[in-house]
């Protein structure tokens, strides 16, 4: 028989809300910092803003009604949630020592955006824990942490294009240079960016 999961205080909203909230603080402190906002104008855009909000929502969703289970796989979770924190920050000293222009200092050297990047394994850290706990658990939250990659990822392309526009061949050196993510460089084809390069 089927059967809805039930609300629990101790559940994985306890690890998942800090960690969105220490990523808010980081962005708040980095702005604060460097002397200027992180984000790109696009982030005031509402369509933008609501759009990317909506897979957080409902990765939180899942996070309320997922106990939070010891084991192999909520072992594994706590790792890329720890290795999340440590790529993020990392990712916002190098921007706050960039000050201003094309951040292409410290973990900006390996990718291009290590703060999604840290997101990304954030979110796959919860889909191991959400999965500890239940197949069904682990499957939602998989389908909303994707959900938050595609989002993510879009908004990634976005950013590209406002970056070229903004510095110009400085951009477009260091992005031609740079893996999108993390991984390995690819050749650049001729013309540009290869489009396929994560």
């Given at each position: 028989?089927?059967?809805?999961?039930?609300?629990?205080?101790?559940?994985?909203?306890?690890?998942?809300?800090?960690?969105?909230?220490?990523?808010?603080?980081?962005?708040?402190?980095?702005?604060?910092?460097?002397?200027?906002?992180?984000?790109?104008?696009?982030?005031?855009?509402?369509?933008?803003?609501?759009?990317?909000?909506?897979?957080?929502?409902?990765?939180?969703?899942?996070?309320?009604?997922?106990?939070?289970?010891?084991?192999?796989?909520?072992?594994?979770?706590?790792?890329?949630?720890?290795?999340?924190?440590?790529?993020?920050?990392?990712?916002?000293?190098?921007?706050?020592?960039?000050?201003?222009?094309?951040?292409?200092?410290?973990?900006?050297?390996?990718?291009r955006?290590?703060?999604?990047?840290?997101?990304?394994?954030?979110?796959?850290?919860?889909?191991?824990?959400?999965?500890?706990a239940?197949?069904?658990?682990?499957?939602?939250?998989?389908v909303?942490?994707?959900?938050n990659?595609?989002?993510?990822?879009?908004?990634?392309?976005?950013?590209?294009?406002?970056?070229?526009?903004?510095?110009?061949?400085?951009?477009?050196?260091?992005?031609?240079?740079?893996?999108?993510?993390?991984?390995?460089?690819?050749?650049?084809?001729?013309?540009?960016?290869?489009?396929?390069?994560?």
């Amino acid at each position: 028989m089927f059967s809805l999961p039930q609300f629990s205080l101790y559940s994985l909203w306890m690890i998942l809300i800090p960690a969105i909230a220490t990523a808010c603080i980081g962005m708040l402190v980095g702005n604060a910092l460097r002397g200027c906002r992180i984000e790109d104008v696009d982030h005031t855009n509402l369509k933008v803003t609501i759009i990317s909000t909506l897979p957080v929502l409902a990765l939180i969703g899942v996070s309320v009604v997922t106990p939070i289970v010891t084991g192999a796989f909520f072992g594994i979770g706590c790792a890329l949630e720890l290795l999340a924190l440590v790529v993020y920050v990392f990712a916002v000293a190098a921007f706050v020592k960039a000050r201003r222009g094309v951040t292409a200092v410290g973990i900006y050297r390996l990718s291009r955006n290590p703060m999604y990047a840290s997101q990304f394994l954030l979110f796959a850290g919860f889909v191991f824990m959400a999965w500890s706990a239940s197949a069904m658990t682990g499957l939602l939250a998989a389908v909303s942490a994707a959900g938050n990659a595609a989002v993510t990822h879009w908004m990634v392309l976005g950013e590209e294009k406002f970056l070229a526009r903004k510095y110009g061949e400085e951009y477009i050196a260091y992005r031609n240079k740079v893996p999108r993510y993390f991984g390995f460089r690819r050749q650049e084809q001729p013309g540009g960016e290869d489009s396929r390069r994560i």
